[in-house]
């Protein structure tokens, strides 16, 4: 099984500051990576997925880069709507599972 | 647009059995794969399996096989999910999600909060 880890655990950010959050895998997923953004009592929603590629609606502030092991979400000017906590998930990367990270949070600085 | 929409709430005692339905709506229920992903309180993540309704295909993962069965009914666009011998740190959020091939989870339902209690 793929184990992905994710760093920071915590992140405090100031709005309009750039965060950058990471996501490792233990073994070589290729681009098959996803991040999804979860706040409070709400289902998680797909920002990101095949490292790079924005989900529909997601704005151009959050994007992502990698391959291989190592990954990055970079939402560029932070939201007052972006404190939640993300989680990095090796997505089409077979056999299943398709585990996720044990995610970021982010909070206000 | 893809909508899921999931039943109630349960609370169940410790060996019992809980199925959870998982209501598809918005386009062709056979063009995606529905997943199932567990949430304990305060915790993160966890995959369990995935369905394939066009050809019934299911995919578990080892923690959950024995345990879990998926099951699809393509005539009402409604996707189930069943876990059997509940113990107390089964208690979570269970929320249903679709995927196209790529098996990014795109839509997510509302979650299901199954608490066990003796």
């Known amino acids: 099984e793929i184990v992905m880890t994710q760093s920071p655990a915590n992140l405090s950010v100031s709005p309009g500051e750039r965060a950058t959050l990471s996501c490792r895998a233990s073994e070589s997923i290729s681009r098959n990576l996803a991040w999804y953004q979860q706040k409070p009592g709400q289902a998680p929603r797909l920002l990101i997925y095949s490292a790079s590629t924005r989900a529909t609606g997601i704005p151009a502030r959050f994007s992502g880069s990698g391959s291989g092991t190592e990954f990055t979400l970079t939402i560029s000017s932070l939201q007052s709507e972006d404190f939640a906590v993300y989680y990095c998930q090796q997505h089409n990367n077979w056999p299943p599972p398709f585990t996720f990270g044990p995610g970021t949070k982010v909070d206000i600085k | 647009e893809v909508q899921l929409v999931q039943s109630g709430a349960e609370v169940k005692t410790p060996g019992a059995t809980v199925k959870i339905s998982c209501k598809f709506s918005g386009n062709s229920f056979t063009d995606y794969y529905l997943h199932w992903v567990q949430q304990a309180p305060g915790k993160g993540l966890e995959w369990m399996a995935f369905?394939?309704?066009?050809?019934?295909?299911?995919i578990y993962s080892e923690k959950f096989q024995g345990s879990l069965t998926l099951s699809a009914d393509t005539s009402t666009d409604t996707a189930y999910m069943e876990l059997s011998g509940l113990r107390f740190e089964d208690t979570a959020v269970y929320y249903c999600?679709?995927?196209?091939?790529?098996?990014?989870?795109?839509?997510w339902g509302q979650g299901t909060l199954v608490t066990v209690s003796s």
């Open positions: 999600v679709t995927s196209k091939i790529n098996m990014a989870l795109e839509t």
């Open positions: 369905i394939d309704p066009e050809d019934d295909e299911k």
